[in-house]
């Protein structure tokens, strides 16, 4: 079957511009995770949610970043007024658990701010 | 505050060669844990995880984890590495036995022909 899919793999964006990223999880999955992994580290949490239920965003980084998952499936993670320091691959990763005992990770999009 | 250290950033081994991957973890709670694997250009693979079942976990590809809770360890190894096994590797921890993982900073392992 499918697995997670992100949206778009790249993008390139300048300083200040707002940007959205999407994730579309695997069909029945209940919670969703995004995590930012800069160059050379492991995945660093943002946020996730149990069906449409924000659970946790004390990942996120400042109040540039926010997501939603308004119906419980896909889920846009938004930056607004991009900065430099903010590029860095995003990933998205889904389980069919509410606490996310095994995640299922997509390929990640690769932001960078110019 | 729970934390994930991999010890050597690059590994490097010969084909056939035994492989270990270091990972020590920082848990106030018997926490769950994971290896991951992360091939070019691909999302993340989960390869194991224990979940406070039996200590020796056994995952894909024929790698495999001990947790030792004396030495807050949970080191990864595989008997003779092959070409394809050349990736990155990530250790992480679920201190609450679910919801978020925490990463370690990941190690390059290299396979020398």
């Known amino acids: 079957g499918a697995g997670v899919s992100q949206s778009p793999r790249y993008k390139v964006t300048k300083r200040g511009q707002d940007v959205a990223l999407r994730c579309d999880p695997i069909?029945?999955?209940?919670?969703l995770y995004w995590y930012r992994q800069a160059l050379g580290q492991g995945p660093e949490f943002l946020t996730y949610?149990?069906?449409?239920?924000?659970?946790?965003k004390s990942g996120l980084p400042n109040d540039r970043f926010s997501a939603e998952r308004p119906e419980g499936s896909i889920s846009t993670l938004t930056i607004q007024r991009t900065e430099q320091r903010d590029s860095a691959m995003y990933r998205c990763?889904?389980?069919?658990?509410?606490?996310?005992?095994?995640?299922?990770f997509g390929p990640g999009t690769r932001l960078l701010v110019l | 505050a729970q934390s994930v250290t991999q010890l050597g950033s690059h590994v490097s081994v010969s084909e056939g060669a035994l492989v270990l991957l270091r990972c020590n973890y920082s848990?106030?709670?018997?926490?769950?844990l994971f290896w991951y694997v992360q091939y070019p250009n691909q999302g993340l693979q989960l390869l194991l995880k224990?979940?406070?079942?039996?200590?020796l976990v056994k995952g894909i590809n024929g790698f495999e984890a001990e947790f030792k809770k004396s030495e807050t360890s949970f080191h990864l190894t595989k008997p003779s590495a092959h070409m394809s096994d050349a990736a990155e590797y990530f250790c992480?921890?679920?201190?609450?036995?679910?919801?978020?993982?925490?990463f370690g900073q990941g190690t390059e392992l290299s396979v020398k022909p």
């Open positions: 990763a889904s389980s069919w658990e509410r606490f996310g005992e095994t995640q299922y």
């Open positions: 069909s029945g999955h209940v919670s």
């Open positions: 949610f149990n069906y449409e239920a924000q659970q946790d």
């Open positions: 848990s106030s709670v018997p926490p769950y």
């Open positions: 224990y979940t406070s079942a039996a200590t």
């Open positions: 992480a921890v679920s201190p609450l036995r679910g919801g978020k993982l925490i």
